[in-house]
């Protein structure tokens, strides 16, 4: 007889919720399935001959301190060499060294984030909709989520400000805002300048934080405006984290945040009790990348991988899905979100599209209030440019029966 465990697990498993997305990719490793789901980096993006010069160098110039524990915060070197990169690439001039803690990806980012900020009921403001993997850190912690909508310029600043006079009025504790400003992970909007500065005088009146997830600020390939919320930022309002997995390797698993020094040390201790300290040899590794141009030279040519299967997706949903479809035309990122006609469950409808062959993600779980139903998030970036072409005609044609069946 096997033991059954559930007596033994604490009461916050329960909220401990598969990722909808890493549920997908098992399925799709079990067959040939084209996969507009997860959120994986063409391969071909990978600088694969810079890196293993720079991975041989490293082990033989550094070998003894990138094969060492670290410290919690960050190999010293790295985040010396990452303040210039940040400065750089997106205008933030961090004030002092300590203002950075490197963590093992964004998603570590926002764990730290999620275990050191909130406590049960305290309100967390998210986008509609909103990261699904951020939701799920921050839902740990039993928050009360409440919802702001986007439209193409992004957050909707004037329903924000009605939910925050509201939440005041009710005596709720607004802990922070969490948002993704540029090339939106799923909506693929991108948040106007103008907004971004409201949402910091916002932010100053009602006394909350912001998150911003800039994981995608280096991955635009039009002409808009990507500055980053936090040089609005006067008073260390915004917690600024951004990621390496995107623009160079997700298999280095670096990330960091950059937040005033008193947040840091809290966020130093609570890392602690994860994983001691990211990967040194990632971290230098890093160094070097950082130290050579790397990312920088290969930007160009992933910008523009993207941009091209980004095209190839939108000419095959407009060719391909039904009268009353919708679908954001993103500026830059890896996520086309598309809105099927209302009548569509795109979570019941996904198991007939594997049958058939290809997958997505639903877009229900990216909202917090329930809604989207009809929603589904697809990548563009993994896929090859064939593949997008026949898993949308795929998807098309499935969506178009569907309808049939219900309205013959």
Known sequence: MKLKYDKFLSNLTQFMKASEIRELLKLVEKKR??????????????PIEELAKIAQEVIEVYGKKALQYAPTRGVTMFREV???????TRGIKVPSIESIIITSGSQQSLDIISRTLIDPGDVVLVE???YLAAINAFKIQRPEFVGIPLDNNGLRVDILEEKLKKAKEEGKKIKFLYTVPIAHNPAGVTMSIERKKRLIELAEEYDFLIVEDDVY?????????????????????????????KILSPGLRLGYIIAEEPLVDVFERAKQSMDLHTSSLSQFIAIEVLRKGVIEKN??????????????????IEENFPEGSLWSRPVGGLFIFAWTPKEIDTY???????????????GKPFFVDGSGTNTMRLNFS???????????????????????????
């Not at 990452?82 to 750089?88: C, D, I, R, S």
């Not at 930007?299 to 095959?316: G, H, N, Q, T």
Request: charged share 30%; net charge positive.
């Open 82 to 88: 990452l303040m210039g990169f940040v400065a750089k």
């Open 217 to 245: 600020g280096l991955l635009v390939f039009e002409k808009v405006d990507t500055t980053p919320i936090k040089l609005f930022d006067k008073s260390g309002r915004v917690i600024y984290i951004a990621s390496f997995s």
């Open 348 to 362: 019941k409808l996904l198991p007939k599209a594997v049958e058939k062959g290809v997958a997505y993600v639903p």
């Open 382 to 408: 993994y896929p090859t440019e064939d593949d997008i072409k026949k898993g949308i005609e795929i998807l098309g044609k499935l969506l178009k029966e569907e309808l049939s069946t219900r309205y013959p």
């Open 128 to 130: 509609l909709p909103s």
């Open 299 to 316: 930007l160009p040519r992933v910008r523009e991988m993207y941009r091209k299967k980004r095209d190839v997706m939108l000419d095959a």
């Open 33 to 46: 399935i084209i996969s507009l789901a997860g959120g994986l980096p063409d391969p071909n993006s990978f």
